[in-house]
């Protein structure tokens, strides 16, 4: 079966047994403070949770898209995804544990065909010091259904120092493995936070070993059990039973007891195909074909190679769903995440020697995949595919002269906090990319000494030549900083939008307003105002860097920079780079200008840039008021 399959056959069987099947909520979580992104199907259910009443009744199932940013460092196994699908049923004071594990075990055995003697179960082995018992109801339940296939499933008890017994199949762990809150373990739990004991399932796939050596096996030497990191055992599913709150620091029962299951569609099909290996399945075929192409290398060919395709193919994927659900890529909040995903992506296809754009096609691949059952991709296919591109364009030079700068400047086993601040601020060189790179060749990177260089790097841009500025800046305040930054971001743009013709002829900034006065003949449009306007917004969402160097005249000139009162300036120029370059003519670069700054480091700490007010001031020369927020 195809994963596509596999989601229609679950969505079937659930609506068999009284569910009504709700679609996908947004990868952005709607009216929840406390994450970022959807990662879990639960998140947007815990209203109902709580008691509210769900308005299409007490059996909901779904498939819930999710992205887990903190998985970002662990992919590269076999196993790790941050984007998921998560196949979902909750019962709202309805079913609880007999008919859930009953009902989900039925699916797995009689409708997914598996294997009953590839699953090993595990349940939560209690908490007494906060009045949680041990979970022998739902080991008791499980006992039967495995006694019903014919096999005597055993329980374990220590199986984190003990390993596993020859026909051991139901263990018992603690909070930190069968315990389930958004917050996580139930001391962490806030105040009126709902949790509960889980039962969760594995798939074995290698079930012919009976003990816990793997003498004959590809997996460890060492002992192991469902939850060791071996690979050997696949968590597919995860029966939670919401049934307790947090009140007063102590736990109290749920007035109506509820079910949240979930599990990984992705880890359904490994199953089946009886293939740990997740980037296996269908849904990465064209992608990884498209891969191989342009490296010319192929998936599984060796241990380095085969890391750098599962985080390409993870990353792509998952960043094609962010984008489709309105995240771009950017400095702030989760569009942080989004660059970090695709940066990474160019990096490990760099190391496969990649040096041609491929993010487009291989984001092509599953949009194809998936734009049946989420129709918002096709839909935005090709918003989608610009940003993926416009973001790998902007990153490729940027990575090509870090790597080469930090392979001359770091021999040895430490990154010093002049290089990592140099890669930073110069290059616009990610620090947390340095950390990984640096990390990989066994070295580490000096943070506390970077960290002291950026602070008075920050606090310089902002003091520097108090007083009046060249350009019109009033005073030194952060406000004004911002302001001045965001004129050559405005010059610029008017300069694309009306057309090269437009020249600046003075500027006056104070914190509640810019001031900017532009050469042009015309009255500007209502349309070219909204486009210069939309401009500026852009690059300011773009998260552009801002770096200033200090070169003669005659090369700032040759190398495109404008200025405002050319025949002032000395033999030195201070130039000001909006982008990644160093000339205008470079893909990277929007501004380069001559001016006596400062400014801020990167345009996304300017906000959202408004046009109130376009007028004429002489003959010829028009003047815009605008404001940031």
């Not at 990662?39 to 898209?65: C, E, F, N, T």
């Not at 015309?522 to 801002?546: A, S």
């Not at 400062?598 to 046009?611: A, C, D, R, Y």
Request: charged share 30%; with cysteine; aromatic share 10%.
């Amino acid at each position: 079966m195809t994963t596509n399959e596999v989601r229609a056959k679950f969505l079937k069987y659930m609506e068999s047994k009284g569910h009504v099947i709700i679609p996908s909520s947004s990868l952005v979580p709607e009216n929840d403070a406390t994450t970022l992104f959807t990662g879990s199907g639960m998140q947007p259910m815990v209203p109902y949770l709580l008691g509210q009443p769900h308005p299409l009744g007490k059996r909901i199932a779904d498939s819930q898209k999710c992205f887990r940013s903190q998985d970002i460092e662990d992919i590269g196994d076999n196993r790790h995804t941050t984007f998921f699908e998560m196949l979902g049923n909750w019962s709202f004071g309805d079913y609880f544990k007999d008919e859930e594990i009953t009902m989900i075990w039925e699916f797995l055995i009689e409708e997914l065909k598996l294997n009953p003697k590839n699953f090993y179960v595990t349940c939560f082995k209690g908490n007494d010091s906060l009045g949680i018992p041990r979970d022998d109801y739902s080991a008791n339940v499980w006992k039967e259904l495995f006694k019903n296939k014919e096999i005597d499933a055993l329980i374990g008890d220590n199986p984190e120092e003990e390993g596993m017994k020859e026909d051991e199949r139901i263990f018992f762990y603690g909070e930190k493995k069968n315990w389930w809150s958004r917050s996580g373990v139930p001391v962490n739990m806030p105040e009126g936070e709902p949790g509960g004991p889980d039962s969760e399932m594995f798939y074995d796939f290698d079930s012919d070993l009976k003990k816990n050596l793997h003498a004959n096996s590809k997996w460890s030497k060492d002992f192991c059990h469902p939850n060791c990191d071996c690979g050997r055992f696949l968590e597919i599913g995860n029966n939670v039973f919401m049934q307790y709150k947090k009140v007063g620091g102590v736990f109290v029962e749920l007035p109506q007891k509820n079910v949240d299951h979930g599990s990984g569609l992705e880890r359904y099909v490994c199953a089946i195909n009886n293939d740990e290996d997740i980037f296996n399945i269908d849904v990465f075929d064209e992608a990884k074909n498209h891969i191989e192409k342009v490296s010319r290398k192929k998936y599984g060919e060796n241990e380095n190679v085969t890391y750098a395709y599962r985080v390409i193919l993870d990353h792509i994927r998952a960043a094609t769903f962010l984008i489709g659900d309105g995240i771009f890529p950017g400095n702030k909040d989760q569009m942080y995440f989004v660059r970090r995903l695709i940066r990474r992506s160019v990096r490990f296809a760099h190391n496969l020697g990649v040096s041609v754009n491929f993010t487009k096609e291989v984001a092509t691949g599953f949009i194809d995949v998936y734009k049946n059952e989420y129709k918002n991709l096709e839909e935005k296919r090709e918003i989608i595919l610009t940003e993926l591109e416009k973001e790998e364009k902007k990153f490729r030079a940027t990575l090509e002269k870090g790597i080469k700068s930090y392979k001359m400047f770091s021999p040895d086993f430490v990154v010093s906090g002049e290089v990592a601040f140099m890669l930073v601020s110069t290059y616009g060189f990610p620090i947390e990319l340095l950390e990984e790179i640096a990390k990989e060749d066994g070295k580490h990177v000096d943070k506390i000494k970077y960290e002291y260089l950026m602070k008075n790097h920050k606090e310089l841009s902002r003091t520097a030549s108090a007083g009046k500025f060249k350009g019109g800046l009033g005073g030194d305040g952060e406000i004004e900083i911002k302001y001045h930054t965001a004129t050559h971001l405005l010059h610029q743009a008017l300069k694309n939008i009306l057309g090269d013709t437009v020249q600046q002829k003075g500027s006056n900034i104070t914190p509640e307003r810019l001031r900017f006065d532009f050469a042009y003949g015309e009255k500007m449009t209502d349309e070219q105002k909204k486009q210069v306007e939309d401009l500026v917004n852009q690059k300011i969402k773009e998260g552009l860097p801002v770096t200033r160097e200090e070169i003669s005249y005659d090369e700032a000139v040759s190398r495109g920079a404008t200025g405002l009162f050319t025949d002032k300036y000395g033999d030195k120029v201070s130039v000001y780079i909006i982008g990644n370059g160093k000339n205008k003519s470079d893909t990277g670069v929007f501004s380069i200008e001559m001016c006596g700054g400062p400014h801020v480091n990167n345009t996304s700490e300017l906000g959202t840039f408004k046009i109130v007010k376009e007028e004429a001031v002489s003959a010829g020369v028009r003047r815009i008021k605008a404001i940031l927020s």
